[in-house]
C-alpha cells in the first residue's frame, strides 16, 4: 500500500487532501495477450506494427527480457492464477478437460480475503467452466465479463462451446456473471454484443471498472474521512485477457479467423504484401488501443497503479513472429515459452523507467510478486498441497536487481506424462543454459515482414471485407499454411543462451559440458518426481459427458454457453464391460471369496484382463451377496 498525508490532493483528488494519512492500495492491471510474439510489437520490431501505447509504456516502465510461459495458453493461466509451474498444478500439456484443482487458492481470493481488494476478470478464462465452481466468480473474482473457452469463434459474433463437443454453430459463450460465490449470478451476457469487437468490449469493461473504482474511493474518502481505516480503502485488481491476437475459432467462415476492422487495416498496413500480417498487424494495432485506453483511465484515476502485461506463449508461427528466438507456441524452444512482459504504471520509480531488466522470471512469478510485493500482503501459510514455486520480483524489478530465480523447469517427464503418452520432452534453464532431452518442436525463425515502398490493395491474399450481411467494417483473413521443421533434440541439446539466443549451436556431447547435462539432466528428475495428478476434475467419464450434454441442451435452447450445476452429481460407478465381466469370473469367481471385498479386489489386481481399476471395484462390491 501506498500512504499519503499533506500532499494528498497532489497524489490522488482535492476531496482528499487531509493531514490525515490514508494507505491506498494499489490499483493492479493484470493484462494477457493471447498468442503475441516476440517480435510482433512496435517496441520490438522497429515499427514494424503501430503500437504507439505499448511503446510509450515500454519507455515509462520496466521491460523484461527473460520472461517464461508454457507454450500454449492454458497451462500458463493456471501458472499465473496458482504461483505453480503449469505442471506443478497438473496442467502437463491442454487437453481440454482440464481445471485448476479446487484446494489451491488463486490470487484473487488471497487479495480478496486477506488484502480488501474487488477482484475483477475480464476477457479469456479456460481454467475449467463445466460447473459453476470453477468459473470466476467461484474462484475468488467479484465478477467475470468474458467467455469461458480457448477462442471465439468470431471477434464480432461471440460463439463458442465446450471445447467444440457442442454443435450450436452460434451459442454465445459471452458471461457477465457477477457476485463471489452467487451461484445465481453465473448469468450470460446481453445478446446486444453481438457485432461489437471484442476488444473494445472488453477495453470498455475494464475502464468503466477503473472509474467506478476511482468515484467510490473519492465518495467513501470524503464523506468518512474521520473515521475510516485504512483496511476499509478497498483496492482494485483487474485481470484483463484479451484475445488478440489469438485466431478465432471457426476457420472455416467467411475471409478466415485473422480479424480486425478495415479501417486499421487501411490506416497503418497499406504498405504490407500480405493479407495475414495486414491482419495480423491490425490486430496488434487494436490490442494497443485498449492497453492505450486503460492507461489514459488508470492515469485519469490518479491512484498509485501497475499495470502488468505479458504473452500467455509464444506466437503461433502461422501468423505471429518471435524473431531472433527459435520456434513458436506448441514448441519448447524459446520462441514458444520466452514472451513479451513488461511493467509500467505510477509506482515505477523514475529511476527505472524506460529500464530493461534482464533477469529470470516466469509466470509462476506473479502470484507472490502481486501479493507479498505490489500490494504488500503476508502470503497465507497454506495455498494447496503443492508449495508455491513463483518467487517475489517486485523487489529486483524496482531497483534494477538480480533476479533472485536461478531456473525455470519448462516441462517434466514423469508416470503421469506417461500414462497419458504425452511426447513433450524434459525441459529446463538454468543460468546460462537450456537442455531439452527430446524433441521441441518446429525450429522455424521468423521475423515480422518489412512493409512494402507502395501500397497494396487488401484482398489480393484472400482476404475478405464484410463477409456477412450487413457488415460495413469487418475485415478477416486466412492464417499462413508453412511446412513445420523438425527440430529434434535425441537424446539431447544443451544451449548457452547467453551468447546462442536463438539456439543455433547444440552443445550437448561435448565433453567440456558433460558436467552441465548431468546437472540439469539431475534437477529435471527431481522435480519430476514432485509432479501432482492431471488437473482433471472430471476422472469420470460418465460425469463429464453428463455435464457437458446439459449445457449442450442448455445452449441449444437459448443460444446460451454456460454451466448448469454448481457442483458436479457424485460418479457413477461404471458397469464392467462383458469383456472385462467375462475375465473375472473366469479367474476371480465371486463365489470363491466368502463374502470377503479385499480378497477379491486383490485377486482382480492379479488378473487385471482388459478391466479399468473402477471396473474390478464394482465387480468385486457384488461379492458380499455371495457365499463359497
Known amino acids: 500500500m501506498t500512504s499519503f498525508s499533506g500532499a494528498v490532493c497532489q497524489a490522488i483528488a482535492v476531496s482528499l487532501c487531509t493531514s490525515v494519512v490514508y494507505a491506498v492500495p494499489t490499483t493492479i492491471v493484470h493484462l494477457v495477450a493471447d498468442d503475441l510474439g516476440y517480435n510482433d510489437m512496435g517496441f520490438m520490431n522497429g515499427g514494424k506494427t503501430y503500437t504507439p501505447n505499448a511503446d510509450q509504456m515500454v519507455s515509462e516502465g520496466i521491460r523484461m527480457t527473460s520472461y517464461h510461459t508454457y507454450k500454449v495458453c492454458s497451462p500458463t493461466r493456471a501458472s499465473l492464477m496458482t504461483g505453480r509451474y503449469p505442471w506443478g498444478v497438473g496442467y502437463y500439456e491442454m487437453h481440454g478437460d482440464e481445471a485448476v484443482p479446487l484446494h489451491t487458492m488463486m490470487l484473487p481470493l488471497i487479495l480478496k480475503e486477506h488484502g480488501n481488494y474487488e477482484t475483477h476478470a475480464i476477457g479469456k478464462w479456460n481454467l475449467g467452466a463445466n460447473t459453476k465452481e470453477y468459473t470466476p466468480t467461484f474462484r475468488g473474482f467479484d465478477s467475470f465479463f468474458g467467455y469461458y473457452n480457448a477462442a471465439l469463434r468470431d471477434y464480432w459474433y461471440h460463439g463458442g462451446g465446450v471445447q467444440g463437443k457442442c454443435d450450436v454453430m452460434n451459442a454465445t459463450d459471452l458471461s457477465n456473471s457477477t457476485g463471489y460465490m452467487d451461484a445465481d449470478g453465473v448469468q450470460h451476457a446481453d445478446s446486444r454484443v453481438n457485432g461489437t469487437y471484442d476488444q473494445e468490449l472488453f477495453t470498455t469493461e475494464a475502464v468503466r471498472l477503473i472509474n467506478q473504482h476511482s468515484a467510490a474511493l473519492r465518495h467513501d474518502t470524503s464523506i468518512n474521512m474521520k473515521n475510516m481505516d485504512s483496511t476499509q480503502i478497498n483496492g482494485l485488481y483487474i485481470y484483463l485477457a484479451y484475445q488478440n491476437v489469438h485466431l478465432a475459432s471457426n476457420k472455416i467462415q467467411a475471409g478466415g479467423p485473422m480479424q480486425a476492422p478495415c479501417t486499421t487495416v487501411d490506416t497503418h498496413y497499406m504498405n504490407m504484401e500480405n493479407d495475414t500480417y495486414k491482419l495480423q498487424g491490425a490486430m496488434l494495432t487494436e490490442l494497443d488501443y485498449g492497453l492505450g485506453n486503460v492507461s489514459a483511465a488508470l492515469k485519469a484515476a490518479d491512484i498509485p497503479y501497475v499495470l502488468i502485461l505479458v504473452s500467455d506463449n509464444g506466437g503461433p508461427l502461422d501468423h505471429s513472429t518471435n524473431a531472433p528466438l527459435r520456434g513458436g507456441k506448441h514448441t519448447f524452444w524459446d520462441g514458444g515459452v520466452r514472451v513479451v512482459a513488461f511493467v509500467t504504471g505510477s509506482v515505477v520509480p523514475p529511476a527505472q523507467r524506460g529500464s530493461v531488466w534482464t533477469g529470470l522470471a516466469h509466470s509462476s512469478d506473479w502470484y507472490p510478486t502481486i501479493i507479498s510485493g505490489i500490494a504488500n500482503l503476508s502470503m497465507p501459510a497454506t495455498t494447496g498441497p503443492r508449495a508455491v514455486d513463483g518467487l517475489n520480483l517486485w523487489h529486483a524489478l524496482l531497483t534494477n536487481a538480480s533476479s533472485p530465480r536461478t531456473e ?25 543454459f ?21 501500397p497494396v490493395a487488401f484482398g489480393q491474399s484472400g482476404g475478405i471485407r464484410n463477409g456477412y450481411a450487413g457488415e460495413t467494417n469487418n475485415c478477416r483473413a486466412k492464417s499462413i499454411s508453412g511446412s513445420v521443421h523438425s527440430g529434434d533434440c535425441t537424446p539431447g541439446c544443451l544451449f548457452d543462451l547467453s551468447t546462442d539466443p536463438s539456439e543455433t549451436t547444440n552443445l550437448y556431447g561435448r565433453s567440456e559440458y558433460a558436467e552441465t547435462v548431468l546437472r540439469l539432466s539431475s534437477r529435471l528428475k527431481e522435480a519430476a518426481a514432485t509432479g501432482p495428478p492431471w488437473a482433471n476434475p472430471y476422472p469420470d467419464v460418465a460425469t463429464k459427458n453428463a455435464l457437458v450434454a446439459e449445457i449442450c441442451a442448455y445452449e441449444a435452447e437459448t443460444q446460451y454457453y454456460e454451466p448448469q450445476r454448481v457442483t458436479a452429481p457424485p460418479p457413477t460407478a461404471p458397469t464392467p464391460s462383458p469383456a472385462c465381466t467375462l475375465v473375472l469370473k473366469q479367474d476371480c469367481p465371486l463365489k470363491k471369496f466368502g463374502g470377503d471385498y479385499d480378497s477379491c479386489l486383490a485377486c482382480t489386481r492379479e488378473h487385471p484382463g482388459p478391466c479399468l481399476p473402477e471396473e474390478r471395484q464394482e465387480y468385486c462390491r457384488d461379492v458380499a451377496g455371495t457365499t463359497a
Open 408 to 432: 525455470v523447469i519448462h516441462q517434466v517427464v514423469n508416470n503421469y506424462t506417461l500414462a497419458e503418452n504425452l511426447t513433450d520432452p524434459a525441459v529446463i534453464t538454468m543460468g546460462r
Open 434 to 454: 537450456k537442455l531439452i532431452l527430446g524433441d521441441p518442436g518446429d525450429n522455424r525463425i521468423i521475423a515480422f515482414p518489412a512493409p512494402l515502398e507502395h
